[in-house]
């Protein structure tokens, strides 16, 4: 088992040291540069990690995505050993522990520096430590509320955790006996007190991040547009063929397996709560993967015919196929897309129309480069280009960051961002002086490029960088 996982991470840390970094990773990158106890979007743990991964090895790709990538590793050696407490047997916890790799989501992403990374540990190291609690004292409870406290810092979803564990000691004798005793309230406390280090830092910033995250909670609509959406998005992100097998599990013949079931039904809930009024992007569920893994390794293991031998076979089969492949077309020349679209035009051709634009803010005299999206902003930023980068909106997002040179709003400026992103009239409105410079585009020769507008603009009319333009 340590065989495979290790060799599964060698092959993340070389795919995640060869693609660039993505606008959210660039964006995080640069909340490690300014460390705090939480962010506009969301809590810190994503920036701690980078912070360390590029004290480690650099601010490299790898730097970035260092911590991330072992992440994974390490989730699925817990998952192992979760299926075993659970009462799997070993074939049937290793297989549990691949099947959460041939999940597409995590075969995929599972090097990427997102919050879903850290959450995703931090949630299955408390459903471990709580396995392991049994009648062995309060210290596994001590663990419990801290990887949980953990996660709470990593992404807010993990508030779910408090009332599926909470379900689960409710739901048998023996859980309500345990919570009667100190340990569950302990695990309690432990997790509330590092919470509270989120909640205090959002008491003394006007509630940021609370109001950018639980803003989405209140419904504003009602539609069944996006649950359709979000069933097929995770049959297919789960594996489609893995997924066959967590229909096919019975609580009932698995009753060391209630914890993963009741500890992941209040944020499912919640999610297709959600998709009746907004939809919910595919990386959300990710703390739940996991548990569906384990879930469906225990159902596979007492589904013997034929058909359902080869599907166990092909799972994994199939996942490391579209692994391999999605490497292979990372790995092409950009002229091979010549004629198809780039899959991974997001993340190449940043250097070239870095130095595009560090040319043409040369020969405009501009004395800082703006955008309006903080993506850009990041990703410019990424490259290192020599020239103040100020994002003219959502000024709040940049209150505290203190990584990018402040632009002198004397001098013109160049401002660069996809068309729809950028209305002349809005930008007149906010500047005496704005013409175009066409279109700029991104991607090497051979490509279908994506398209940039450009203008030069001077004379703000009001304090762009403390106001923003919109």
């Keep these: 088992m340590l065989g495979i996982v290790a060799a599964i991470l060698a092959i993340r840390l070389v795919v995640a040291a060869n693609l660039h970094l993505s606008e959210d990773e660039a964006y995080y990158r640069l909340w490690s540069m300014s460390p705090a106890l939480g962010y506009y979007d969301h809590p810190p743990m994503i920036a701690w990690w980078i912070a360390v991964g590029r004290a480690v090895v650099g601010d490299t790709a790898v730097g970035v995505r260092l911590l991330p990538a072992l992440s994974s590793a390490v989730t699925s050696l817990l998952v192992f050993d979760m299926a075993r407490l659970a009462g799997a047997n070993a074939?049937?916890?290793?297989?549990?522990?691949?099947?959460?790799?041939?999940?597409?989501?995590?075969?995929?992403?599972?090097?990427?520096?997102?919050?879903?990374?850290?959450?995703?540990?931090?949630?299955?190291?408390?459903?471990?430590?709580?396995?392991?609690?049994?009648?062995?004292?309060?210290?596994?409870?001590?663990?419990?509320?801290?990887?949980?406290?953990?996660?709470?810092?990593?992404?807010?979803?993990?508030?779910?955790?408090?009332?599926?564990?909470?379900?689960?000691?409710?739901?048998?004798?023996?859980?309500?006996?345990?919570?009667?005793?100190?340990?569950?309230?302990?695990?309690?406390?432990?997790?509330?007190?590092?919470?509270?280090?989120?909640?205090?830092?959002?008491?003394?910033?006007?509630?940021?991040?609370?109001?950018?995250q639980f803003g989405r909670v209140a419904a504003h609509r009602f539609s069944f547009r996006y649950l359709p959406e979000l069933l097929l998005t995770q049959a297919l992100l789960l594996n489609p063929v893995l997924v066959a097998f967590l229909v096919r599990w019975r609580p009932s013949l698995d009753r060391g397996a209630e914890l993963f079931l009741a500890s992941s039904l209040p944020f499912a809930a919640y999610l297709a709560l959600h998709s009746l009024h907004d939809r919910v992007q595919a990386h959300w569920p990710a703390p739940l993967y996991p548990a569906a893994a384990i879930l469906e390794a225990m159902a596979a293991s007492r589904l013997e015919s034929g058909v359902w031998r080869g599907l166990r076979t092909a799972a994994p089969a199939l996942t490391a196929v579209a692994v391999a492949v999605l490497g292979v077309l990372a790995a092409l020349p950009p002229a091979t897309f010549a004629q198809l679209p780039d899959l991974f035009l997001p993340l190449r051709g940043w250097s070239r129309f870095a130095g595009r634009l560090a040319v043409l803010r040369n020969d405009e005299t501009a004395g800082w480069l703006g955008t309006s999206s903080y993506g850009l902003a990041s990703e410019l930023a990424d490259e290192h280009i020599a020239s103040p980068i100020l994002q003219i909106s959502e000024r709040d997002r940049w209150r505290g960051l203190n990584t990018l040179a402040p632009a002198d709003l004397s001098r013109p400026g160049v401002i660069v961002d996809l068309p729809r992103r950028l209305d002349e009239t809005r930008l007149k409105a906010c500047f005496g002086e704005v013409r175009s410079l066409g279109l700029l585009p991104r991607g090497a020769i051979g490509e279908r490029p994506k398209l940039y507008a450009v203008y030069r603009v001077s004379t703000p009319r009001r304090d762009v960088a403390r106001r923003g333009c919109w």
Excluded: Q
């Excluded at 004798?173 to 989120?198: K, M």
């Design 91 to 212: 074939r049937s916890a290793e297989r549990a522990a691949l099947w959460f790799n041939a999940a597409l989501l995590v075969a995929a992403g599972g090097f990427l520096a997102v919050p879903d990374a850290p959450a995703a540990l931090f949630w299955c190291l408390c459903l471990w430590c709580l396995l392991r609690a049994g009648s062995n004292g309060v210290g596994w409870w001590v663990g419990a509320g801290a990887a949980a406290g953990l996660a709470t810092l990593s992404k807010y979803s993990a508030l779910f955790l408090g009332p599926g564990v909470l379900a689960w000691l409710a739901s048998s004798p023996a859980g309500r006996r345990r919570l009667l005793s100190p340990g569950p309230w302990l695990a309690l406390a432990i997790a509330s007190a590092f919470f509270g280090l989120n909640v205090g830092w959002n008491a003394g910033h006007h509630w940021l991040t609370f109001s950018k």
